[in-house]
């Protein structure tokens, strides 16, 4: 059974940086792209990062670009996001989940990210 | 891109079947033949029940198609079950390496 497990969110100020981790089991992690995606209450889904196999090449959506890093460690099958001078308006529930052939096979529960005075 | 369009909600009876539309443009949904669908319950990972537009991943259950005419996709639940109750996401290929997702769907089974 496949399972993506996210951790490393919370409360964090504005400006402040925070790491998320997404931990995966149950499959070959590096056959598959590795996407950050996020959901705002209210909002669509948004994909904010993505990493290839081999960790070599990365995209950013424009809103993110600059100050999100996304990583991955294939020896220990993790994904990271690293969110350096957040923002309130990245307040929201962060996905980890793994891309084959355009389509988001599996995905974790969820990490939520509160940016806030 | 602007996000895909979907109903905030729809609701059906058991047994009845419905059908929830996704509209986009013709730089995405029109475009590519990339659309899949995702199923999810709120605290719980979301799950793939449709890609490429109609195609069913091993283990999902029959009752769910999926259909596209031009710029805009639908998904279909035959036979709506209680277990049917969740949040339903579309999503399609963009181009560039890009997804575009819908806004999503509440399914409400009476």
């Known amino acids: 059974e496949v399972d993506l497990v996210e951790s490393g969110g919370g409360l964090i100020q504005p400006g402040g940086s925070l790491r998320l981790s997404c931990v995966a089991s149950?499959?070959?992690?590096?056959?598959?792209?590795m996407y950050w995606v996020r959901q705002i209450p209210g909002e669509a889904l948004l994909s904010v990062a993505r990493?290839?196999?081999?960790?070599?090449?990365?995209v950013y959506s424009d809103s993110v670009q600059g100050r999100f890093t996304i990583s991955r460690d294939n020896a220990k099958n993790t994904l990271y996001l690293q969110m350096d001078s957040l923002r309130v308006e990245d307040t929201a529930t962060y996905y980890c989940?793994?891309?084959?052939?355009?389509?988001?096979?599996?995905w974790g529960q969820g990490v939520l990210v509160t940016v806030s005075s | 891109q602007s996000a895909l369009t979907q109903p905030a909600s729809v609701s059906g009876s058991p047994g009845q079947s419905l059908t929830i539309s996704c509209t986009g443009s013709?730089?995405?949904?029109?475009?590519?033949?990339?659309v899949s669908w995702y199923q999810h319950n709120p605290g719980k990972a979301p799950k793939l029940i449709i890609y490429?537009?109609?195609k069913r991943p091993s283990g999902v259950s029959a009752r769910f198609s999926g259909f596209k005419s031009g710029n805009t996709a639908s998904l279909t639940i035959s036979g709506l079950q209680a277990e049917d109750e969740a949040d339903y996401y579309c999503?399609?290929?963009?181009?560039?390496?890009?997804?575009?997702f819908g806004t999503g769907t509440k399914v409400t089974v009476l």
């Open positions: 989940a793994g891309e084959t052939y355009f389509k988001f096979d599996y």
């Open positions: 149950g499959l070959t992690f590096s056959n598959y792209y």
């Open positions: 990493v290839n196999g081999d960790g070599s090449a990365t």
């Open positions: 013709s730089r995405d949904v029109g475009s590519y033949n990339l």
């Open positions: 490429d537009v109609t």
């Open positions: 999503c399609s290929y963009g181009g560039g390496s890009t997804y575009v």
